[in-house]
């Protein structure tokens, strides 16, 4: 089992920043990728961000494309995610997930751990 607690989230205006901690313990040996998802209200869970473990290979949405950065030390099994130039449209509560295989940012539900959660909100 893996277990994940989030932290960071908060309430900023847009253009600001934020940056979002994921401590990562349990079975953290067998964990392969790591990923930051958002679901804001009435919407799907989309995926944001994913870095892989073993050589830092990282994706993007889109929409956070040079505006989010995430990174992981295997050191503190810490997983961040950066987060410039905030737009309303970022407002969110934001999950880390993290999985033993290679699942894609485009599928929350191949991912089996999941951390709480922490919010994010942005106002114009």
């Known amino acids: 089992q893996v277990q994940l607690v989030e932290s960071g989230g908060g309430s900023v205006q847009a253009g600001g920043a934020l940056r979002l901690s994921c401590v990562v313990s349990?079975?953290?040996?067998?964990?392969?990728?790591l990923a930051w998802f958002r679901q804001a209200p009435e919407s799907e869970r989309e995926g944001v961000a994913r870095?892989?473990?073993?050589?830092?290979?990282?994706r993007y949405a889109d929409s956070v494309k040079g505006r989010f950065f995430i990174s992981h030390d295997n050191t503190k099994n810490m997983l961040t995610l950066q987060m410039n130039s905030l737009k309303p449209e970022d407002t969110a509560m934001y999950y880390c997930?993290?999985?033993?295989?290679?699942?894609?940012?485009?599928?929350?539900?191949?991912?089996?751990?999941w951390g709480q959660g922490t919010q994010v909100t942005v106002s114009s």
């Open positions: 349990g079975d953290t040996g067998r964990v392969n990728f």
């Open positions: 997930a993290a999985d033993h295989f290679f699942p894609g940012l485009d599928d929350p539900g191949s991912w089996d751990y």
């Open positions: 870095i892989s473990v073993f050589n830092d290979n990282t």
